[in-house]
């Protein structure tokens, strides 16, 4: 099947519509317009329509609007929610272990196996019925373990280093949780979230809005 | 003293540019040009030559460039690291917790003071040295612990009831880690960290990029 071309803030949105539609579902709601979707989001009407056509078939019905339950399965099967993709978490800090231990994302299609780590605190380790392996075995047990995503949450100073024995490892993609560049080179996708900025983001708009006497 | 204005894209790029200069400054480069520093990140050279005019009044030497230290001196301050903003947990799950555990924040700017939660097993207890306080003591307590900045990291089921809270009892700024979108009113800033977004942006570009037969 091939794919339309979507970009990334685009892309950033269906999960937005995705959660309000299963808002919707669990008080009933049996249909919505596109428009009460762009209201209730805040978002601009022709956006939202353009973003749902992309991914769904149904026309919706005059005056009432496409089926919740529909939109919900077909936002789900855009996003890959329907299929698991294997990951392991590289750096078994706070935010690597929170990732280990709960299991948010396995309804997202997102199945956390392992963790790595170099510390002899860790390796060893069960955490949430999830072995920790040291970073030595990258290359055998990525390929074994059928892993295609890695979740970076190493420190900085590390993570360019790592990076390389992942993509040497097989890697796929990279969700890069450390606030550095990463070079991946072509063949591996590298996705950021970069929470340094997003507070950057936050404090500066907080700054302008109330104006501090520094 | 007014702010020149910024784009939100922009605004996340200066975390970056700091975290570069921090690892030059490690390895005792002294001096960088706009051009190094374009290519280090893999950024539009021009981009970040106005970039940097934003946040500095250093020319930089011909041929050498900017001076490193002064430059991370100038971006933390537009930053506002170089001030203490307080905020708080609202939510103490494993992200919550992962927040108030470590102190990477601190550094730059944000001082996590307390955590807040309705659960009996965590109401009462410290984490990291820091309170956990029942939900319903926000009223009194945000404006004694002259709290501006809210973490949101709750379930999804309660965010805007919270959200709710938080704006009656006088936050100004909410970081939300919930996969939802919060209605605060036009005095309060949202930043959104959209987790699920963010790997469904990841998810997509892998399997358009390897194509699988699913």
Redesign the interface.
């Known amino acids: 099947m091939s794919?339309p071309s979507?970009s990334?803030r685009q892309?950033?949105?269906?999960?937005?519509y995705?959660?309000?539609l299963l808002?919707c579902s669990?008080n009933s709601v049996k249909y919505i317009s596109s428009s009460s979707l762009a209201k209730?989001?805040?978002l601009n009407e022709e956006k939202v329509r353009k973003d749902l056509q992309i991914v769904t078939r149904s026309k919706g019905i005059p005056n009432l609007g496409r089926e919740v339950k529909k939109l919900i399965y077909d936002l789900e099967t855009?996003?890959?929610y329907h299929?698991t993709?294997n990951a392991v978490v590289i750096g078994v800090?706070?935010?690597g272990?929170?990732f280990m231990?709960?299991d948010e994302?396995k309804s997202?299609?997102?199945n956390i196996v392992a963790g790595f780590d170099v510390d002899d605190l860790k390796v060893g380790f069960n955490i949430n019925n999830k072995p920790v392996y040291h970073i030595d075995r990258l290359n055998d047990l990525i390929p074994s373990l059928d892993v295609?995503?890695a979740i970076l949450t190493t420190p900085?100073?590390v993570a360019q280093n790592v990076t390389d024995l992942l993509v040497k490892a097989g890697i796929?993609?990279i969700?890069n949780f450390t606030?550095?560049?990463l070079?991946a080179g072509d063949e591996v996708?590298v996705?950021d979230?970069?929470?340094?900025?997003?507070?950057?983001?936050?404090?500066?708009?907080?700054?302008?809005?109330?104006k501090e006497v520094?």
């Open positions: 794919r979507v990334q892309l950033e949105r269906y999960p937005l995705l959660s309000y808002e669990k209730g989001l805040g855009f996003l890959g299929h993709t800090g706070h935010l272990e929170a231990d709960f994302f997202r299609g997102l295609r995503i900085v100073k796929k993609g969700w606030p550095t560049h070079n996708i996705e979230v970069d929470l340094a900025s997003s507070f950057a983001v936050l404090s500066y708009k907080l700054d302008t809005k109330f520094k």
